[in-house]
């Protein structure tokens, strides 16, 4: 089991490495580690059977990908950024017509996502989750939307838990907070293109640990 009692707590963090590494690699630094350690993150991740880790991975890829394409036109790119923008649509492809071709492999994919994916409400796990995050909203409305409190209640979803701590000012004001922490792109004259870099990647890394608390 290692350092982590359940699959989802490995997955969440381990996408945070993975976004890390990515985003070093796309900005072309390190890019032999950072390549090597955000591939075996991935497979880390593809091999946790983790529905967060799962629904994590594919929104922060779809997100990290039209960053790149934001960053084709408006920006100086490396090399490694083409590479992903060409190849990732066409490794996906062949990924996805390799399986429908192979009729063991498909079932097997089709029981694993049913199992953890679209089937999870119906597990314990899920059904305790919806309970917390139900509790959460009845708080929320308890209160006429002025939360109940910082560390006044349980949920698991951030942003169930969010609203019904806060209220609507405090999430609007964290939102704000959040949103303007991770999506400025500006370069602080500051800051060299190495160190620039690895601010974009810590920030990557931030943004897949708020998705991951987001959809469990």
């Not at 963090?13 to 993150?41: E, K, N, Q, V």
């Not at 083409?82 to 089709?110: H, S, T």
């Not at 305790?128 to 929320?140: D, G, H, P, T, Y």
């Amino acid at each position: 089991v290692g350092s982590f009692g359940e699959a989802a707590s490995f997955g969440s963090m381990t996408l945070g490495y993975f976004a890390f590494c990515a985003t070093l690699w796309l900005r072309g630094f390190h890019t032999r580690l950072s390549l090597i350690l955000a591939a075996l993150s991935m497979v880390a991740l593809v091999f946790s059977t983790s529905t967060t880790a799962y629904v994590g991975l594919s929104i922060l890829l779809l997100l990290i990908y039209l960053q790149s394409v934001y960053r084709l036109f408006f920006q100086s790119v490396p090399r490694q950024t083409v590479l992903f923008l060409i190849g990732a649509p066409i490794v996906a492809v062949i990924a996805v017509v390799g399986v429908a071709l192979n009729d063991a492999a498909w079932l097997y994919i089709q029981n694993l996502l049913d199992t953890i994916v679209f089937n999870k409400l119906g597990t314990d796990s899920g059904v305790e989750r919806s309970a917390w995050i139900r509790q959460a909203l009845q708080n929320f409305l308890d209160t006429s939307g002025f939360g109940a409190g910082n560390g006044s209640l349980r949920a698991s979803s951030l942003l169930a838990a969010m609203v019904a701590s806060l209220g609507v000012f405090g999430a609007f004001t964290y939102g704000a907070f959040f949103v303007r922490v991770i999506f400025s792109s500006r370069q602080s004259p500051a800051l060299d293109d190495y160190e620039y870099a690895v601010t974009e990647a810590a920030k990557s890394s931030c943004l897949a640990w708020f998705i991951t608390a987001s959809v469990s």
